[in-house]
């Protein structure tokens, strides 16, 4: 008789049950998603911005549910875009004319935008529905709770952004690299720029459901940072990133099965810190030189 | 070619909210030359080279490149940032960063067709790169990051070259290999503009000066504006680097 837990292991990798599926493909979407996205956020030097945006759409969550009372999964993605953009236009007031220094801005507005989230949850915990709306699945991140037809939504918004990413990737990496060189050859780098800012907010948003918005900025930093070590092409970075973010989600939702009460979010998130480690630390033990021969053709 | 006239510049004022950097500047740059821009630090020289390159939206002032305006002047040229203002851990290799010089041609969607890998050959190969071509930009040296910037702007075929500060951190040998390249591009009929801070080496550099405090001090070739007299309108009276500057431009 197999233990237990190897039991349900084996009973994932059969894929039998409809939910097992949803949950699986809607995590490993996700981890794509964060892992390609992730790099133009890790190079723009927007980490923190991430993280910042991902806790402020915890008010938006709450705030559409309490007015609406409608946990709709529309409604609850739309307050929590519409926080998290606003928490982005704060922060960049903040920087340009507020006088703040940029990692202090940061805190402040990651920090007020989360309090104020904190405490809205607490009116919805008491409200009626709220175990219905799953909005404690918001914070740890949930792929069980992911429905088909979100699952698709989920699957299409990353077949969009994979192909975003390829058809602008001239833009993108020119405006990215060297912004002043990008005008002077004819390209609009501040258009880039604010693209790829709300295209991040959107992600983060996207993403919050499985990985939890605790956790968000973590899955958008911790592939990018792991395939910037190890490749010395964009090209390469980005699909090295988005292959780690989709192990990493498979292997959260294969956790959550197996371990029940073991959220996908977290669960992806230790992976993906797991295989940081082991790279970065396979990495120190070899010279620089050495470096440049293993990185080879990548 | 407008009257070999490379950049011309009327009426130029650049202001940051109450500091004023340039206040009403007309210079004329002729083409083909390799000319060197000196002053004192926050002289307006960064200003200078931000204006031309469009950077900055400048509160008066027309800049003409070849006798263009706007976008079609920007088309032009090619600028070498200050390697402060470059993420060197960015993932990119030496040959990614000269094929980025064909970009402006090839838009958003042409493909690299033979001649473009054959410009970004020899835009490599003048810089003196090819060995180093499939290398991360983190593992070059100060000059050849260097050299790796104007290899793009050989690539990109720019009229008009512009460089701020690009000896800064940069070691004596690769001063001189940068320099080479920079003479050689000038020999194809290049104009290229050079941001400097070294008074000992300005007069060896470069085919003509331009000194800049606020405004244009001087202009000219350098034995006439490596005068002390000159030199202290832009520095005030820091005698000895005058005296120094004078005796290596004799």
């Not at chain 2, 000196?38 to 204006?51: C, I, T, W």
Request: aromatic fraction near 6%; charge should be positive.
């Amino acid at each position: 008789m197999n233990p237990l837990w190897l039991e349900r292991a084996l009973e994932f990798l059969a894929f039998e049950y409809a939910f097992v599926q949803y949950s699986a493909l809607s995590a490993v979407v996700v981890g794509v998603m964060c892992g390609v996205s992730g790099v133009w956020m890790v190079l723009r030097g927007l980490s923190l911005v991430g993280d910042a945006t991902a806790h402020a759409t915890l008010p938006g969550l709450c705030l559409a549910f309490l007015l609406t009372g409608s946990s709709h999964s529309a409604v609850l993605m739309g307050g929590a875009l519409a926080s998290g953009l606003c928490a982005m236009a704060v922060l960049h007031g903040l920087q340009r004319w507020g006088g703040t220094r940029p990692d202090s801005s940061l805190a402040v507005v990651l920090a007020s935008f989360f309090g104020l989230g904190v405490a809205l949850m607490q009116r919805v915990t008491g409200s009626p529905g709220a175990a219905r709306a799953g909005l404690q699945g918001f914070l740890l991140g949930n792929a069980a709770s992911v429905t088909p037809a979100q699952a698709w939504v989920l699957t299409g918004m990353m077949v969009a952004l994979i192909a975003l990413t390829l058809l602008f990737f001239r833009a993108l990496q020119l405006s990215t690299f060297d912004p002043s060189f990008a005008r002077l050859s004819g390209f609009r780098p501040d258009r880039v720029r604010i693209a790829t800012t709300a295209l991040l907010a959107i992600v983060v948003v996207l993403a919050v459901r499985a990985v939890g918005l605790v956790l968000v900025s973590a899955m958008l930093v911790l592939p990018a940072s792991t395939a910037l070590l190890v490749s010395r092409r964009l090209s390469t970075t980005l699909l090295l990133s988005g292959v780690m973010g989709g192990l990493c989600g498979f292997v959260g939702a294969w956790a959550g099965y197996i371990w029940q009460g073991v959220a996908t979010g977290p669960a992806m998130v230790v992976m993906a810190g797991l295989i940081f480690a082991l790279v970065a630390g396979g990495r120190s033990l070899v010279a620089p030189r050495q470096q440049t021969a293993l990185r080879g053709g990548l | 070619m407008t009257d070999g006239i490379a950049i011309s510049v009327r009426g130029l004022t650049v202001q940051y909210g109450p500091l004023v950097a340039l206040k009403d500047v007309d210079l004329d740059l002729r083409s083909g030359r390799l000319i060197g821009v000196l002053g004192p630090n926050g002289a307006g020289k960064s200003s200078l080279m931000k204006a031309i390159a469009g950077e900055v939206r400048p509160q008066a002032g027309v800049i003409r490149v070849f006798g263009e305006t706007g976008s079609a002047a920007l088309r032009h040229m090619a600028q070498v940032a200050q390697r402060s203002a470059v993420d060197w851990d960015f993932p990119i290799t030496v040959r990614g960063v000269v094929e980025q010089g064909r970009y402006a041609t090839l838009g958003l969607f042409g493909r690299m067709r033979a001649a473009d890998h054959a410009a970004v050959d020899t835009a490599q190969a003048r810089a003196g790169l090819t060995e180093l071509a499939n290398r991360r930009i983190s593992e070059l040296s100060g000059g050849q990051q260097q050299r790796t910037f104007v290899a793009r702007a050989l690539a990109r075929e720019a009229r008009l070259v512009l460089l701020d500060e690009p000896f800064a951190g940069v070691d004596a040998a690769s001063e001189r290999v940068l320099m080479d390249v920079l003479q050689e591009l000038v020999h194809d009929g290049v104009t290229v503009v050079v941001v400097h801070h070294d008074l000992h080496t300005a007069a060896h550099y470069f085919d003509e000066l331009v000194l800049v405090k606020g405004g244009v001090v001087a202009q000219g070739p350098p034995e006439v504006v490596l005068q002390p007299d000159t030199l202290s309108r832009a520095y005030g009276s820091s005698l000895f680097v005058m005296q120094d500057a004078r005796r290596s431009g004799q």
